[in-house]
């Protein structure tokens, strides 16, 4: 049998693909998960298409196969919404009103599959392998073919979406634009789609389009030969020859300045340099992967970005979520980064208190995964007990340090404070606080007793007073 079917019964519940069923019906439902069970699938169930979306927050199946008649959203709107949070995972529709029309209109919408009732059980089965096959492994699923990603630390059902598309594509030799904020890990995904892909034995070389002067950016991308300008010594092969054969990773390629984005259309549409000086052309084998933070449609409508160049970058455009989106990842990442960090600075730390962790999982993070691991690296580094506290990290985030008091306790302080302060106000009178208090004395004295203090210790004999401890 394929091996990506559920073949055998005992690979263990981890490893059986896992089917989202939605119906309003629930004899239909019983009937379709038996089924599907005793066909080796791990079946979840929901009776709407909000149930649906809720399951898929918290579990990621392999395929999904709901009814087009729905309690107030139908099956058509639960696709559109599941297209949008996870655009790898297909989607087979049932319905007893089928029509040719409406088969056409799902179908093109992205549909993986759509079935009449009554529908034959083993059509139904043969859609359902074939949507697990298409959505990859159950063990890629389940992390145990995992090295060409190894680099990327995640639990999150959007990152593995991205991860399924990010697999697929680097299949192929199609160029790639990776879009996300700063610190989202743009170069990372880049590397796993390089190890995932035929060129994963020749070279990755990655450039920074927005670090390099632009005087310098020609002859680092295509080279130069000697005496080409003052400083050019001796030949140079650029970074296109050395990435012969492999990949060639343009980070913030948005950052390009308009001439050279010129010359590396040329580039891409006659597949050969030019190395700056020299008048011969260099045949290279390069498969691109291109990255930015900016917005490249906005950059081209203002006239920064060329037009052509940009379809030739993003056949397929990968979008990496931030950090705030992925927040089921900040302990894992947080850990991880922790435990590199204490082996690189030797350090026996043995992980972070309940309340350092809630604070980081709390923040908004800019600055992305890039800002996570800078926080872990200083209070590891900073760290004076095994267990990272609460305060160190709100020094690295530069949050200030607030105890957070329950309402009686805050009362409390509150309460005793406001009676100090009315104390020395009235060098220790009483009856003078009482009235600024406007309570009677019986009462106030209650209040001051209550709070443990002592009128005598405010009376001004011409030194300062401490305040009483409480």
Known sequence: MNPTTPSSATAGHSLRPCVLLVDDDADLLKLLSMRLSASGYRVITAASAESALDRLDVERPQVVVSDVRLPAQDGLALFDAIRRRHPSLPVILLTAHGTIPDAVEATTRGVFAYLTKPYEAKALL???????????????????????????????????????????????????????????????????????????????????????????????????????????????????????????????????????????????????????????????????????????????????????????????????????????????????????????????????????????????????VRQLYNVVEQVCALSPTPLIPLSLVQRALRIPSVEVLSFAEAKQRFERQYLVSLLRMTDGQVADAARLAQRNRTEFYRLLQKHDLTPGLFKNDGHDVADPEP
């Open 126 to 368: 043969d859609k359902v392998e074939q949507a697990v096959a298409l959505g990859g492994r159950v063990e890629s699923v389940d992390r145990q073919d995992d090295a060409w990603r190894a680099e990327i630390v995640s639990r999150s059902h959007r990152m593995d979406d991205l991860l399924r598309e990010a697999r697929m594509v680097a299949q192929s030799d199609a160029s790639v634009l990776l879009l996300g904020d700063s610190g989202t890990g743009k170069e990372l995904l880049a590397r796993a789609i390089h190890r995932a892909s035929a060129r994963v034995k020749k070279p990755f070389v990655a450039v920074n389009c927005g670090a390099i002067p632009e005087a310098l950016l020609e002859s680092e991308l295509f080279g130069h030969v000697k005496g080409a300008f003052t400083d050019a010594v001796a030949h140079h092969k650029g970074l296109f020859q050395a990435a012969d054969g492999g990949t060639l990773f343009l980070d913030e390629i948005g950052d390009m300045p308009l001439p050279l984005q010129v010359k590396l259309l040329r580039v891409l549409q006659e597949r050969a340099v030019r190395p700056v000086g020299s008048s011969q052309s260099v045949e290279v084998d390069v498969r691109i992967i291109s990255a930015t933070h900016r917005d490249l449609e906005e950059a081209m409508r203002v006239g920064q970005f060329r037009e052509d160049l940009y379809y030739r970058l993003h056949v397929v455009t990968l979008h990496l979520p931030t950090l705030a989106e992925r927040r089921e990842d900040i302990p894992l990442l947080a850990n991880h980064f922790l435990l590199q960090l204490a082996r690189k600075y030797q350090r026996r730390i043995a992980g972070f208190s309940p309340e350092a962790m809630k604070a980081l999982t709390s923040v908004s993070w800019p600055g992305n």
